[in-house]
């Protein structure tokens, strides 16, 4: 089981302890979108494994969001993701190791991303997180942070800092 907390402020006087700044949240929702019913659910394969369909057919024009964007935490279907975005491994290393080391978290698994970059020591000043939760199909929630300081790994206390130094791991 997991969990998060996320303090936000807008003193000036917190400044200082800050990690990030807010740039900009979209929250999409298209549930009473006719060509959104069904468009995600579960059903048996001829293997009689359960698994997830997909029926959207859409064709996007995909900007390279790796210009705008020093790291991505994904939440939803991250082989799809990886593929329609173009991200690299090193993208999309956060997200896979948080599903293998805490599973499905749902929306905190966003955070414990975040914390791995933090524990990787990947995160500077300046950089741009694109955090992007995907549900069942119709909605999206996204958020964008800029980091207002290098993050220091060994002054941070997360999830991570006790095993970053076994991760990645090879997942099949």
């Known amino acids: 089981m997991g969990g998060?907390?996320?303090?936000l402020s807008n003193r000036?006087?917190?400044?200082?302890?800050s990690k990030y700044q807010l740039v900009h949240t979209l929250r999409t929702h298209k549930g009473a979108d006719d060509k959104s019913y069904k468009c995600v659910f579960e059903q048996n394969d001829e293997t009689n494994q359960v698994g997830r369909v997909f029926k959207m057919k859409i064709k996007p024009c995909i900007p390279d969001f790796k210009l705008a964007f020093e790291h991505f935490c994904i939440h939803g279907v991250l082989d799809?993701?990886?593929?329609?975005?173009?991200?690299?491994?090193?993208?999309?290393?956060?997200?896979?190791?948080?599903?293998?080391?805490?599973?499905?978290?749902?929306?905190?698994?966003?955070?414990?991303?975040l914390s791995y970059l933090e524990a990787k020591g990947r995160i500077k000043k300046h950089d741009r997180i694109w955090q992007i939760g995907l549900g069942s199909g119709f909605k999206c929630n996204s958020a964008v942070w800029r980091a207002l300081r290098t993050i220091n790994p060994s002054a941070e206390k997360n999830p991570w800092t006790d095993e970053i130094i076994k991760f990645p791991v090879q997942i099949s």
């Open 4 to 7: 998060s907390a996320v303090l």
């Open 80 to 113: 799809e993701l990886e593929k329609s975005l173009d991200l690299t491994r090193w993208h999309m290393e956060p997200s896979r190791m948080t599903l293998y080391r805490f599973g499905n978290t749902s929306s905190g698994s966003l955070w414990y991303e």
């Open 12 to 17: 000036s006087s917190d400044r200082p302890r």
